[in-house]
C-alpha cells in the first residue's frame, strides 16, 4: 500500500508544473473573434428578451380575457 503511495505522490509532483503553466497570451487575431462573438451574443440576448417580453404580454392578454379580469386602474389608459 505504502508503494502506491509513493507512485501516486511522485505521478502528482511530476504534472504539477503542468497544472500551474500559464496560457500565451491570445493574438489580436483571437481577441477580435472574441469581441465579434461576444457582440453577436449580446445582441441574440437583446432579441431574445424583447421575445420573451412579448410572449409574456400576450400569455397576460390571454390569462386576463379567459378569467375576464380588468387591466390594473395604473395601466388603464396605457393601451
Do not use: C, F, H
Not at 9 to 34: F, I, N
Not at 43 to 49: R, Y
Amino acid at each position: 500500500m505504502n508503494v502506491r503511495i509513493l507512485i501516486m505522490s511522485a505521478a502528482m509532483a511530476a504534472t504539477a508544473g503542468t497544472v500551474w503553466a500559464k496560457l500565451p497570451a491570445p493574438s489580436d487575431e483571437a481577441k477580435a473573434k472574441a469581441a465579434d462573438a461576444k457582440a453577436k451574443a449580446d445582441d441574440a440576448a437583446k432579441k431574445d428578451a424583447v421575445q420573451l417580453g412579448k410572449s409574456q404580454d400576450k400569455a397576460v392578454a390571454n390569462y386576463r380575457k379567459t378569467k375576464g379580469i380588468k387591466a390594473p386602474a395604473s395601466m388603464a389608459g396605457k393601451k
